[in-house]
């Protein structure tokens, strides 16, 4: 789409100089359109500089005793991670079958992380999801894609008789919107003693419904930190 409009500009610009002997000054300097790219690039910049993936993103008061939720597991690497410092209970929830295929054959011999081939959100439904690395999204549209299973986020907590939750991480491409907001709706928000998610602002009205969110975590929780549309964590109060 950006190139396309780079040569739309181009033709214009062409058709000017042919049409007038003096182009204004403006009109004649290269025209430059900020890409996705390169929005990113700028908002990850001091996440990367203060090492966060590394640091803010694994360093917590957990122990073996903990449970962690791991939503949107895609390799298991952070849940490898967590569990290589704090030996806790992981819950890794992750619905591209050949994702969770493999974080199971990871951690086939680890008794305490149980790997699911679902998704949670606010009801259990099937859906089709875009595949595509670690951006595959119900909410985008690629060439490839397969059916998945979502679940009832506090039904599975119910049912399997969880009662708190020690960090919850959400990275699950545009349905952390609809996760949390179900979470906070049910009352179970104040069971989760940190919440560590990642907004994604190609989610139609993101900054407001992100806000919206913020502003409901305020209530029960407190913001440790926050690299906007990168990753936050809260901390209950």
Not at 123 to 141: A, L, M, P, Y
Not at 177 to 189: A, C, E, P, V
Not at 202 to 224: G, N, V, W, Y
Request: charged share 30%.
């Amino acid at each position: 789409m950006i190139s396309k409009i780079k040569t739309v500009l181009r033709k214009v610009l062409n058709k000017l100089r042919k049409d007038q002997k003096e182009i204004p000054e403006e009109i004649s300097e290269p025209v430059y359109i900020e890409t996705f790219e390169d929005i990113q690039a700028k908002r990850c910049a001091p996440w990367f500089r203060d090492n966060g993936d590394k640091t803010l993103r694994l360093e917590y008061d957990l122990s073996d005793d903990s449970i962690v939720f791991d939503i949107g597991g895609y390799e298991g690497q952070w849940s490898s991670d967590i569990f290589s410092m704090y030996c806790c209970s992981i819950y890794i929830f992750e619905p591209v079958e050949t994702f969770a295929y493999n974080i199971k054959k990871r951690f086939a011999k680890n008794k305490k992380i149980h790997v699911y081939q679902h998704g949670l959100a606010s009801i259990t439904q099937s859906e089709e999801i875009s595949v595509d690395g670690d951006s595959s999204s119900i909410f985008k549209d690629n060439t490839s894609s397969e059916k998945i299973y979502l679940v009832k986020a506090i039904d599975f907590i119910k049912e399997n008789n969880i009662s708190q939750i020690d960090l919850m991480k959400i990275n699950i491409e545009g349905g952390e919107y609809d996760l949390l907001l179900h979470l906070l709706d049910s009352g179970f928000i104040e069971n989760i003693d940190n919440i560590q998610v990642q907004f994604h602002d190609f989610f139609p009205d993101a900054e407001e419904r992100m806000s919206d969110i913020q502003k409901k975590l305020e209530k029960t929780h407190l913001l440790t930190y926050q690299y906007p549309f990168v990753w936050e964590n809260w901390c209950r109060n």
